[in-house]
C-alpha cells in the first residue's frame, strides 16, 4: 500500500516537530493541501499552543477532514481555499503536501514562503513519482537549505525561512503564475506551452479584467484540471454532440465541470436549458467557472460527486460529463464509475446521460446495468462518445 506523504511526513519528522510545538518553539501552524492524518493530526493539533489552520481545496479530502473534528480540538480550523489565509502570515511552521502539477507546487512553495516568519520552519512532501523528484531543486532554487528525507516512496524536505537568502522574485513569479489567470486558448493540447514545454498562462489579460466569459479562451490556474489547454476528449464531444444535431433541453448538470469548457459550449448552444449544474470537486473550479460561463442559468456547486449530492434539484433532464479518472492502474475507473451510479440516480426516467471516455476505459457493463439504452454515438481520436438513456 502506498503511504500518504503525511504518514511519510510523520515517520521522518513527526516527533521533532511535535516537541518543538510543545515546547513552545512553533506556535502557529498552517499545513496546505492537507489530508486527514489521523495519527499525525491530532498529535500535533495538542502540541500546538496557537492556531492550526489546514487548507484543502478537494471536496472528499475536505470531507474526509471535517469528518475528523471529533479527535481534533477547536484551535483547528479547516479552510477549502487558500485565499482564507493568503492575507494572514507569520506561522511558525507550514507544512505542505506538493502535488504532480508543477506551477501548482510551486505556487505552494511560493505561497508558504510569503507566510511564514522569519526563521519558521518550511516543510514540504510529494510522492516520487507526482512531483517529489522535483522539490529538491525547485526548493534550492528559490534559496532554501534543504534537509532531505525519502520514505514510503515519498520525498520529504525540511527548511527554514531565511529571509535574506531566498530569491524573491522568483518566488514572487512562482507566485503570480499559481493565480486565476486568463488563458487565450486556441484549441489543441499543446496550447499554452511555452518552448520549454511549461504551461503557460496567456498574458493578454489580468486577473483585475472583469470581462470573463466573453472571449475564446478561460479563466484558470495551475492545478485545476488540464489547467492550460482544452481537453482533446472534451472537444471531441463537443464536436461530436453538435455534429450529431443533439439538443439538450431541461434542467441538467455537468459533472466533473473543471474551469467549464463542457458548460460553456452546452448552454452557448441550447436556449433550451433551463437550468445547469456544473459541479466540481475542486473549489478553484467552482470560484471560477463564473466567469468563463456568463450565464444565468448555471449554478456552480461544489460536492464530491462519487457520494450522493444533495446541492442539486431532481430529478434532472440530462447530464454531460468527461468523468475522472487515474493513470495509476487500480484506481482508474472506480471515479468514473461512482460518477456514473450517481449521474443514474439524479436523471428522471427515460433522461439522457451523454459521456466521453477514453476508448479503453471498460464503462459499458456498468452502464449497461443502471440504464435502459446505451449507445455510442461516434468513436475517434481514442475517446468515445456514449449516450445512456435511463
Ligand atoms: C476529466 S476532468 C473534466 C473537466 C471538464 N469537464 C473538461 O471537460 O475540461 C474531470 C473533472 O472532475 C473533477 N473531479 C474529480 N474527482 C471528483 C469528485 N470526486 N467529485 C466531483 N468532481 C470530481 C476534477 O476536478 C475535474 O475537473
Not at 515519498?154 to 525561512?161: H, S
Not at 466573453?214 to 481537453?231: E, N, R, V
Not at 470537486?281 to 450522493?308: K, Q
Request: with cysteine; net charge negative; charged share 25%.
Amino acid at each position: 500500500m502506498t503511504q500518504s506523504v503525511f504518514e511519510s511526513i510523520d515517520y521522518v519528522l513527526g516527533d521533532h516537530l511535535i516537541s518543538r510545538c510543545e515546547d513552545g518553539d512553533l506556535r502557529r501552524v498552517l499545513i496546505l493541501n492537507a489530508a486527514p492524518a489521523p495519527h499525525f493530526l491530532p498529535r500535533l493539533a495538542a502540541a500546538i499552543s496557537g492556531d492550526l489552520d489546514c487548507v484543502q481545496w478537494f471536496a472528499p479530502k475536505y470531507d474526509a477532514l471535517s469528518a475528523m473534528p471529533g479527535s481534533l480540538p477547536p484551535s483547528v480550523r479547516l479552510h477549502d481555499s487558500c485565499d482564507a489565509v493568503r492575507d494572514g502570515g507569520d506561522y511558525d511552521l507550514v507544512i505542505c503536501a506538493g502535488t504532480k502539477q508543477k506551477q501548482e507546487t510551486r505556487h505552494l512553495i511560493a505561497l508558504a514562503s510569503r507566510l511564514l516568519t522569519d526563521g519558521g520552519l518550511f516543510v514540504i512532501a510529494a510522492a516520487n513519482n507526482a512531483g517529489g523528484k522535483q522539490l529538491d531543486k525547485d526548493c534550492k532554487a528559490c534559496g532554501y537549505v534543504t534537509e532531505a528525507y525519502s520514505k514510503h516512496k515519498n520525498r520529504v524536505l525540511l527548511m527554514e525561512k531565511r529571509a535574506g537568502s531566498l530569491d524573491a522574485d522568483l518566488l514572487e513569479k512562482w507566485y503570480a503564475a499559481g493565480q486565476v489567470s486568463y488563458c487565450d486558448k486556441t484549441g489543441d493540447d499543446k496550447a499554452g506551452r511555452n518552448e520549454a514545454g511549461d504551461d503557460k498562462i496567456g498574458s493578454d489579460k489580468t486577473a483585475s479584467d472583469k470581462t470573463g466569459g466573453k472571449g475564446a479562451g478561460f479563466w484558470t490556474c495551475p492545478g485545476l484540471y488540464g489547467w492550460s489547454k482544452i481537453d482533446r476528449g472534451s472537444a471531441f464531444f463537443i464536436e461530436t454532440l453538435r455534429a450529431q444535431g443533439v439538443t439538450l433541453r431541461g434542467t441538467g448538470a455537468d459533472f466533473g465541470c473543471g474551469y467549464g469548457y463542457l458548460s460553456r459550449a452546452i448552454l452557448d448552444d441550447s436556449e433550451q436549458i433551463d437550468r445547469l449544474y456544473a459541479i466540481d470537486a475542486d473549489r478553484r473550479a467552482v470560484d471560477v467557472i463564473g466567469r468563463n460561463v456568463d450565464d444565468a442559468r448555471l449554478s456552480a456547486v461544489w460536492a464530491d460527486l462519487t457520494r450522493p449530492c444533495d446541492a442539486i434539484a431532481r430529478p434532472l433532464d440530462f447530464i454531460v460529463m468527461n468523468p475522472p479518472f487515474h493513470d495509476d492502474k487500480a484506481t482508474a475507473i472506480d471515479a468514473g464509475q461512482a460518477f456514473i451510479t450517481q449521474a443514474a440516480a439524479c436523471l428522471k426516467g427515460k433522461g439522457h446521460l451523454y459521456m466521453v471516455a477514453n476508448t479503453h476505459l471498460p464503462y459499458e457493463r456498468l452502464l449497461g446495468a443502471a440504464f435502459t439504452s446505451v449507445t455510442a454515438l461516434d468513436t475517434a481520436h481514442g475517446f468515445k462518445v456514449i449516450c445512456a438513456v435511463k
